[in-house]
């Protein structure tokens, strides 16, 4: 079985800066890309940064120079930093993995429980 944890949410004023960070447990043999997706209330989820396992980076316009994903492949962690946050970034945020697993010819992707950011003053 295969766990994606999310910590690091919370309340923040316009301006400020949040960490999220995210754990892979489980049963995979290697983790080709993980990311941040958010979603704010009545509207579909959106990407927000992935990174792959050879370091390649992709980011949403609106929070380019922002935001900055890093990734830990030993440890199998993701973490998202949040600078100059801004109302318009409050949502749920999730982290997303595309995995192999033993016995799988393909990806699996994954999704954690979500951790909610508000920025607000």
């Known amino acids: 079985q295969v766990q994606l944890v999310e910590s690091g949410g919370g309340l923040v004023q316009p301006g400020g800066s949040l960490r999220l960070s995210c754990a892979a447990s489980?049963?995979?043999?290697?983790?080709?890309?993980m990311g941040w997706y958010r979603q704010a209330p009545g509207k579909q989820r959106e990407l927000v940064a992935t990174t792959t396992r050879g370091g390649s980076t992709n980011y949403a316009e609106s929070v380019k120079g922002r935001f900055t994903i890093s990734r830990d492949n030993a440890k199998n962690t993701v973490s998202l930093q949040m600078n100059s946050l801004k109302p318009e970034d409050t949502a749920v945020y999730y982290c997303?993995?595309?995995?192999?697993?033993?016995?799988?010819?393909?990806?699996?992707?994954?999704w954690g429980q979500g951790t909610q950011v508000t920025v607000s003053s």
């Open positions: 997303n993995a595309a995995m192999i697993l033993p016995g799988s010819t393909g990806f699996n992707v994954y």
């Open positions: 489980g049963n995979f043999l290697s983790i080709f890309a």
